[in-house]
């Protein structure tokens, strides 16, 4: 069974950071690239990023609205995905969900429960 | 970036009755490769978002046949036949043809009358 498991989510103050996880299991998790979409609470579905495999040299990809405050990686031997959040912002409060593309091309056809970043003084 | 734009942004409707979501892009989703990287995703309560759709038309595994996509090009359209209960929930269209950044419709709020 695919399983994606999201963890790390906190309560931090704007300008800190936070590094989240993501654990997958039930697929071939070397072979997959990994994404992040978050939401904020009552608000819609916005792509972060997302990081390709090592046959596709390991390239990562960000939105506008974080890029140069995020990074996205990876750890195969362990079958982990990770986004490091970087001098946060009250507008990144959000759940964040890693997601996947196992079955289909581009798009994401399993989703972790998310976690949840909550930014505030 | 492509802007995906959503109508209506919510709908009450009756079970047993159809509903109908439009979604519109800011530029072609169809590739090179022949394939048009549309996609339609529902998010029950509470649940991350589950995919309904791939690829227009195409039902992801599970989906109710009551389920219908259409459309080609910048214009798309997700079909319920007949409505249940078990249906509510956002409904968001998706374009993955150009990243970064993937974008996402505003969302579709459908809720039982």
Not at chain 2, 33 to 43: A, N, R
Request: charge should be positive; hydrophobic fraction near 30%.
């Amino acid at each position: 069974e695919v399983q994606l498991v999201e963890s790390g989510g906190d309560l931090v103050q704007p300008g800190g950071s936070l590094k989240l996880s993501c654990a997958a299991s039930g697929f071939t998790f070397s072979d997959s690239a990994m994404h992040w979409v978050r939401q904020a609470s009552g608000k819609g579905l916005e792509w972060v990023g997302r990081i390709r495999s090592k046959a596709n040299s390991y390239t990562t990809a960000y939105a506008a609205s974080v890029k140069g405050r995020v990074t996205i990686s990876r750890d195969d031997s362990k079958s982990m995905a990770y986004i490091q959040l970087n001098s946060l912002k009250t507008e990144d409060t959000a759940k964040y969900y890693c997601t996947t593309s196992l079955r289909l091309q581009r798009s994401f056809d399993y989703w972790g429960q998310g976690t949840l970043v909550t930014v505030s003084s | 970036d492509i802007v995906m734009t959503q109508t209506p942004l919510s709908l009450s409707v009756t079970p047993g009755q159809p509903a109908s979501i439009s979604c519109k892009s800011s530029q072609s989703l169809l590739h090179s490769d022949g394939k048009t990287y549309l996609f339609w995703y529902l998010q029950k309560p509470g649940q991350p978002p589950q995919l309904l759709m791939y690829e227009v038309s195409n039902r992801f595994s599970g989906v109710p046949d009551r389920f219908s996509g259409s459309g080609s090009g910048t214009d798309f359209t997700l079909k319920i036949s007949r409505v249940e209960a078990e249906d509510v929930g956002v409904y968001y269209c998706m374009q993955s043809i150009q990243l970064p950044p993937i974008t996402f419709g505003q969302g579709t709020r459908l809720e039982i009358k």
